[in-house]
């Protein structure tokens, strides 16, 4: 996902459900009651709860648009939208999913804070944290988004205290900073070499010691700019989880759970689909498939994220005893509950195949996620933090800056060429066209960039089709700012194919196009090829290789983010207002309350499947 440089310009302008129901096989997956015991090993094993979610990215409130639903698939094969989120729900999900359990955790897989909607972005993300800390986290993993404004403030969101320039928050109020650990596993300072947060913890409670390692993508640097990871080094995943596993072993704690910020793509976007059919971890793919497989038998779970994606599997260990590797989604629509069977004896997790409450085979019947519904009770705490930072952020968050006609959707387009990603594009580019401001011809946006969807339905009182400050920011949160290059017509055909080769190779990353720039891309070819040179045209030109050009985009992607080194060949560098600036712009500039902005055609990348 998109990662952001320091979002302090920003703020210092504003400021100063039920079980879920395993899609193929019908089955009822359940936590077992805390203190069942297995069979064959009567008064000696305890269950313990692992509660667990992921990408939350300070959505405090109930996510808008697609980003506030989750798919289900339906006994006859049909699927149905929930919707879903919300901190007050996910705090009384938690809560009632503890009851009855002495023996409960709740851990986290990264990306608990940065691009965040305003409410909790204005104030660098302490509301998420005191979220956080009143849901009863146990601890999380860092992701890539915690580095989002660098180190320092990384450490602060641990620590504690006033921001160094915006100051506290609220006057005479100093923040607390998280209660619960941050886990740094693969993130070595360059110059010691050590972690710079905790590694791992351990759980304890009436003698069962469970140990949680932490740790982010090794390719975090690649989705963040230079400044977030500056003086850091990421390592191996599977290099570090082993040796903190060996490390942890040696202490006598033999019960492990690994939250990693990577994940998988399973075959549906269905939350309830079974992963494990035909067989184990047969129906998902991705870097966590490899990074299960190569992972010590020493850790009995994984808890993952960063791919937002929903999904309960079994992948073997390397010794082919199965283990479960769980996500829930993102933005607090699902959590997860898997179940830990704790051998008093051993002090090891018994991981063996049992069956389902059908007696089906089953490999992986004692997790699931559950959906975060809107119709139970909300978590009175959370609804007055909520009230009380909402009410320091409205002055900002409730300014109207635009009309539209019917939703125009970003993160929740499936397509490559997203409605919302050309809005953006075309406003990049009338900002940056004037000479003096850049004098651009064409404009990209990277597609994980657009945090969310523009909805026609007022998310207060507003009004439908009114677009706050706060609905923008949220779809534009990081505050990059914009730059214009010279690019060759042979460097802008590479940043092309760039989007289907090299590190893009297996999953594409699209970037969206502004008006005049056509091509077609052809999905039944492979890598560069994809990308048919002869359809590259600039307002019907076909576009030179020796010619320059003048291209825009946000400060991430021109220094070579998201896989696109080609950018960085750019020279004669002009930098301009941020991306946030110029989108606001844009709509304010193109609609109004009887001329409102329509959805575009979205028409510009022509795909042959």
């Not at 003086?231 to 596993?245: M, P, Q, R, S």
């Not at 960063?306 to 607090?332: E, K, L, M, W």
Request: charged share 20%; proline share 7%; hydrophobic share 35%.
């Amino acid at each position: 996902m998109h990662a952001t440089p320091p979002r302090n310009r920003l703020a210092r302008r504003l400021t100063a459900t039920a079980a879920a129901l395993a899609a193929t096989a019908g089955v009822l997956a359940t936590a077992a009651p805390a203190d069942a015991r297995t069979p064959g090993h009567p008064g000696r094993t305890v269950d313990v709860q692992l509660l667990s979610f992921n990408d939350l990215h300070g959505n405090l409130e109930p996510p808008q648009g697609s980003s506030g639903t989750v798919t289900e698939a339906q006994p006859d094969g049909t699927t149905k939208a929930i919707p879903a989120g919300g901190v007050e729900y996910l705090a009384n999900s938690l809560r009632t999913a503890r009851k009855g359990h002495e023996y409960s955790i709740t851990a986290a897989a990264g990306d608990l804070i940065g691009a965040s909607p305003l409410m909790s972005g204005l104030f660098h993300d302490e509301p998420t944290i005191d979220a956080m800390n009143r849901i009863g986290l146990d601890a999380t993993s860092v992701g890539n988004h915690e580095f989002d404004e660098g180190r320092a403030e990384l450490t602060r969101m641990q620590r504690g205290g006033c921001h160094p320039k915006d100051g506290c928050a609220e006057p005479g109020k100093t923040f607390k900073g998280a209660r619960f650990p941050y886990l740094a596993a693969n993130v070595l300072d360059e110059k010691t070499g050590k972690p710079i947060l905790k590694p791992y913890t351990v759980w304890e409670h009436k003698g069962v010691r469970i140990g949680i390692i932490g740790l982010t993508l090794k390719g975090t640097p690649d989705v963040v700019t230079a400044e977030g990871v500056k003086g850091l080094k990421f390592t191996d995943e599977v290099e570090t989880i082993n040796k903190y596993a060996k490390e942890l072993d040696r202490q006598g704690v033999k019960s492990i759970v690994t939250l990693v910020h990577e994940g998988g793509m399973p075959a549906s976007g269905a939350y309830n689909f079974n992963c494990d059919t035909p067989g184990a971890g047969a129906g998902i793919s991705g870097p966590i498939v490899e990074i299960a497989k190569r992972v010590t038998p020493k850790v009995d779970a994984f808890v993952t994220g960063h791919t937002h994606q929903a999904y309960a599997c079994t992948i073997p260990d390397p010794s082919g005893a199965p283990r479960t590797v769980t996500s829930a989604a993102s933005f607090g629509r699902l959590y997860n509950d898997t179940t830990l069977t704790y051998d008093r004896r051993t002090k090891d997790i018994v991981r063996t195949p049992v069956k389902s409450a059908y007696g089906k085979p089953a490999a992986n019947p004692r997790t699931a996620n559950h959906v975060v519904d809107r119709n139970q009770p909300k978590a009175a705490d959370m609804t007055a933090l909520i009230d009380h930072w909402k009410k320091l952020a409205a002055p900002v968050a409730d300014k109207p800056v635009g009309y539209i006609s019917a939703d125009i959707n970003g993160r929740g387009s499936e397509a490559y060429e997203k409605p919302l990603g050309d809005v953006i594009t075309d406003a990049q580019l009338e900002a940056l066209a004037p000479a003096d401001k850049g004098g651009a011809q064409i404009a990209f946006m990277n597609p994980g960039g657009i945090r969310s969807d523009l909805a026609f339905k007022a998310s207060g009182t507003e009004g439908d089709g009114v677009v706050t400050y706060g609905e923008s920011f949220t779809v534009q949160p990081f505050t990059n700012m914009m730059q214009t290059k010279d690019l060759t017509g042979a460097q802008l055909l590479a940043v092309l194919q760039q989007q289907v080769s090299g590190p893009n190779t297996a999953e594409p990353k699209i970037l969206q196009v502004s008006k005049g720039l056509t091509y077609t891309l052809d999905l039944t070819k492979q890598g560069a090829d994809r990308i048919v040179a002869s359809s590259v045209k600039l307002n019907g030109t076909a576009v030179d290789p020796a010619k320059t050009y003048r291209v825009a985009g946000n400060e991430f992607l021109m220094g070579g983010g998201d896989g696109f080194p080609a950018f960085k060949e750019g020279t004669n560098k002009h930098v301009g207002p941020s991306d946030l600036d110029v989108f606001n712009a844009y709509l304010t500039s193109h609609s109004s309350k009887t001329a409102p902005l329509a959805p575009p055609a979205a028409d510009r990348i022509t795909v042959i499947k």
